[in-house]
């Protein structure tokens, strides 16, 4: 395997089998609670959770977030995600594919289309790789291979510090991406990978011309806690234990960049766990909410178990949506059914 291979190998091996999950900073979702409705005046199997997203319709507001590829266990895993994702409409989006660009070989391991011919695919590279002889050309290419609708430049400062040999020169980046940003056929979406996005990150985003954001934000896995356990050195070990909960709560990201850009187009994710946390992130006006972990454990067992996981999930959202009066999404962001609480 190449390096960035045994790197995937590594980070999903680390993410199953290892305690690398925040513990003293929290996603702050918690500090947020719903008001009970006793009558709801609906019938709950007419419950609406249908949602458009970058002008595709989805069944239900759930992005499969990010995670692997590159790798045979990696490549059973998307499989599982992708079909179902087709199953219920989703957004899903794949790991790094700098992997595939390196080794063309493993490109299989992304190539999901088929199995969701109707999913909000995603692709994804590192936005750093733009100062690392990436340009237009790689980033079409993961979107070919794909068939993605659109592009993820997930941004990770923290991790590449702590990363053996990680890629730290983010000088000049928001130039390059805006120039991707006019020649690209695609959407970009701008996405941390669990340490959030400011208010004040995403004007320069937003600026750059990103399309979308996807805050990411802290208080799920820790990828200082996952790097920590790949460390070659004791610098390395002891730098990631020391920034295990460094990052912005989801909940604080959510909020801001809705305050002051309310029709970007808004994914949260960060720490996310089941379907009350879904629906208070978009009660707080995400347009999606995203899961990583909870899709990751599910589909390292079974496709069943995947499903199982989406019919909760959904089932969750519905009931937060029938407790609260609110026949759908819309109308759930318009009450004010969730009150903060401390």
Not at 112 to 139: H, K, M, W
Not at 145 to 151: G, K, N, P, R
Not at 274 to 284: F, N, R, T
Request: a neutral charge; one cysteine or more.
């Amino acid at each position: 395997m190449t390096d960035t291979q045994t790197r995937k190998a590594d980070h999903l091996r680390i993410c199953l089998e290892e305690d690398v999950q925040f513990r003293q900073l929290t996603n702050g979702l918690e500090r947020y609670r719903f008001t009970h409705c006793c009558l709801p005046e609906l019938d709950f199997s007419e419950i609406d959770l249908h949602v458009t997203f970058l002008g595709k319709k989805l069944g239900v507001p759930l992005l499969i977030s990010s995670m692997t590829g590159g790798t045979e266990q990696a490549k059973l895993i998307n499989y599982r995600l992708a079909e179902v994702a087709q199953n219920y409409r989703l957004a899903m989006g794949v790991g790094s594919q700098r992997v595939a660009v390196e080794n063309p070989k493993v490109a299989h391991t992304f190539a999901i289309r088929s199995l969701a011919p109707d999913a909000l695919l995603f692709a994804n590279l590192g936005a750093v790789q733009l100062n690392y002889t990436y340009d237009l050309e790689q980033c079409l290419r993961v979107v070919e291979l794909l068939e993605a609708d659109a592009l993820i430049l997930h941004f990770n400062p923290l991790q590449e510090c702590i990363q053996p040999h990680g890629d730290t020169n983010f000088k000049g980046l928001l130039d390059k991406i805006h120039n991707l940003c006019k020649k690209i056929s695609v959407p970009v979406i701008a996405k941390e990978v669990g340490n959030g996005i400011s208010a004040s990150m995403a004007k320069k985003l937003i600026e750059a011309g990103v399309s979308a954001i996807d805050v990411a934000g802290a208080g799920g896995t820790s990828w200082a806690k996952v790097e920590s356990e790949r460390a070659e050195n004791s610098l390395q070990r002891k730098l990631g234990k020391t920034f295990a909960d460094w990052g912005l709560p989801t909940a604080e990201c959510i909020v801001q960049i809705r305050n002051q850009y309310p029709a970007i187009p808004l994914i949260a994710s960060g720490g996310l766990r089941d379907g009350m946390e879904v629906a208070k992130a978009i009660a707080l006006g995400a347009d999606l909410a995203g899961l990583a972990f909870p899709f990751l454990q599910a589909a390292a067992q079974s496709t069943q178990a995947v499903d199982e996981l989406v019919k909760l999930l959904i089932a969750e959202i519905k009931t937060v949506l029938f407790c609260t009066g609110n026949a759908n999404l819309v109308q759930l962001q318009k009450s004010e059914a969730l009150q903060r609480i401390k």
